[in-house]
């Protein structure tokens, strides 16, 4: 898939954002904007995956760490055919298979139950670890918030990582810059987070996580990297594609309502129409 066809994917995972946390009138759409391009990139280019067999043995595996962001995720399961797009507006509701963060049990495309920060990446790390003792070739990637990384666990598990030489992990931290009580580097600095991964002996790459070119670079790079896991920290925006929730920390965990989920449509849907006119 060329970058224009996945700009256009990111755009519609983007609405199913925005649709289905205005409908949960509830949730976290600034960091799954935020992620939206690397959910897309991750589940219609990089994974080897198969939406009409979402358990096969040899898949490659994600683990949202931020299980929070659960509906950027939903938003690329729907969009790659693992459910109906339709059903992403069930968000939240009593009895849908779409949880406030994902569930394994319920949901086809889930590989890991998570929304504990700090533990999906110990999750990954272990799936990783259990790949190169039955000597299989899938890969595992896992997406952390940058708030996330604050958490003690998460360096106890690229510790490991780094120790066993798991060169079939990907780290992806989604750096964005504000955590739900604002800028990261007031709250509870992570920085320099590039030079944590080195120290724990993962390759690192440093991107802008909005950059097609530079995320299959990225991607690119890692299966290439031998020896050691790989850590992408992607530089992003937060609530990316509608203007008035872009760096806003407030737009951590709220939903929009009527009016402004209406303009937020309206946004996406100018993009999408200027996407289609390239």
């Not at 280019?45 to 067999?53: L, T, V």
């Not at 849908?96 to 929304?115: I, N």
């Not at 899938?138 to 030489?165: C, N, P, S």
Request: glycine share 10%; hydrophobic share 40%; proline share 4%.
């Amino acid at each position: 898939m060329d970058n224009l066809e996945l700009q256009k994917v990111a755009n519609e995972v983007r609405k199913g954002i925005v649709a289905s946390v205005h409908s949960a009138k509830a949730g976290h759409p600034g960091g799954s904007l935020s992620a939206a391009d690397i959910f897309t990139y991750l589940y219609f280019e990089e994974m080897n995956i198969d939406p009409k067999n979402p358990d096969m043995a040899d898949r490659d595996r994600f683990v949202l760490s931020k299980g929070h962001t659960a509906p950027g995720l939903y938003a690329a399961l729907a969009h790659k055919g693992f459910f109906p797009v339709e059903d992403l507006i069930t968000l939240r509701k009593l009895g849908s298979y779409l949880q406030g963060h994902p569930c394994m049990q319920h949901t086809p495309g889930v590989d890991m139950s998570s929304g504990s920060l700090g533990q999906g990446v110990s999750a990954a790390v272990g799936m990783a670890l259990a790949g190169k003792m039955d000597k299989k070739d899938f890969r595992v990637y896992t997406l952390l918030g940058d708030g996330e990384i604050q958490e003690g666990q998460v360096w106890e598990a690229a510790m490991f990582a780094g120790h066993k030489k798991l060169d079939n992990l990907v780290v992806i931290v989604d750096n964005n810059g504000l955590q739900i009580d604002g800028d990261i580097a007031e709250v509870c600095s992570p920085y320099p987070i590039d030079k944590k991964f080195e120290a724990f002996n993962f390759h690192v790459i440093n991107i802008d996580g909005h950059d097609f070119d530079a995320i299959r670079a990225a991607f690119s790079e890692a299966r290439n990297t031998k020896g050691m896991p790989t850590a992408i920290i992607a530089k992003t925006i937060k609530g990316k594609g509608v203007s008035f929730m872009e760096n806003q920390a407030s737009w951590h965990g709220v939903a929009p309502n009527d009016e402004q989920f209406t303009q937020a449509m309206s946004e996406l849907e100018k993009a999408g129409e200027a996407l289609c006119q390239k």
